[in-house]
């Protein structure tokens, strides 16, 4: 084995539990099990805790109200229970993590000062996931092009139905405040999505596009499409490559 891949080895081994337990790995004896445990899990928690203090950092602004910090999570037993299956950096456990943080803010009870608490703890979810997952650095052979093929929402993209207009408010929880800022009671259809190179981006998508993401599967033609959608060939295509440029949906050219 090359000093290279025994490097690759090591990093595999403190950022994904599973591995690190494996015969594959022990079999190896390339480190002291109980050592690398312990390092393991210490870079395990400094990874969340800046994830979650970057994510969930309006969740922390309105701490002060709720009394409710979300990082607690992380000397908490149920974090502490993720930890054999922990894979750094992947959508499966950046979701179970940022569970645990949206359900401890939410833990503390309803409260009358902040009515779009839940809207904001899904965003804060979304944001968190979405982030996650392996990146593409570089493009497979006829895909994120345009042309004859099938379109699919890439994995992770979501669409989140709210009933605030929480855009609106997030700038003002992060200002000095003395009274919580209110959002306006409204409907608000958000979409979050990474692009391939990583940036997370948030849109709110028109009916055009909200009905090309409810239909693109990765089997429909690009007709079938327009028709299911109801419309018209430019405006398909003007959404799609929207889509693309956003990192939300995957085009695959027909052979």
């Known amino acids: 084995m090359s000093d290279r891949a025994l490097h690759d080895q090591v990093i595999r081994a403190l950022a994904d539990a599973p591995f690190r337990a494996s015969p ?14 312990r390092y393991a899990r210490f870079v395990a928690r400094h990874f969340y805790y800046e994830r ?19 990082e607690v999570v992380l000397r908490r037993p149920s974090f502490d229970a993720l930890l054999p299956a922990v894979v750094l950096g992947s959508r499966e456990t950046a979701a179970q993590v ?3 943080a949206a359900a401890h803010v939410r833990g503390g009870g309803p409260s009358p000062a902040i009515p779009y608490l839940d809207d904001l703890l899904e965003y804060e979810q979304a944001m968190m996931v979405v982030e996650a997952g392996p990146r ?6 006829g895909e994120g092009g345009r042309g004859k093929g099938t379109a ?14 929480l855009p609106a408010v997030l700038p003002q929880l992060l200002r000095p405040w003395t009274e919580v800022p209110q959002a306006l009671a409204q409907p608000t259809r958000l979409l979050v999505a990474r692009s391939r190179h990583g940036r997370v981006t948030v849109a709110r998508p ?20 327009a028709s299911g959608a109801g419309l018209e060939a430019a405006t398909l295509h003007e959404a799609l490559q929207g889509l693309v440029d956003l990192g939300a949906v995957r085009f695959s050219r027909g052979s």
Not at 24 to 37: H, I, K, T, V, Y
Not at 52 to 70: C, D
Not at 206 to 225: M, P
């Open 206 to 225: 028109d009916n055009a596009v909200a009905a090309v993401l409810q239909l693109a599967d990765g089997t429909r033609t690009l007709e079938e499409l």
């Open 152 to 165: 699919a929402v890439v994995e992770g993209t979501v669409l989140l139905d709210l009933a605030y207009d």
């Open 136 to 141: 593409v650095w570089r493009e497979g052979k």
């Open 24 to 37: 594959e790995w022990r079999e190896r004896r390339l480190a002291d099990p109980d050592r690398l445990e």
């Open 98 to 100: 940022a569970g645990l």
């Open 52 to 70: 979650i203090v970057h994510f969930f950092k309006y969740s922390r602004a309105l701490a002060r109200v709720t009394g409710r910090w979300p």
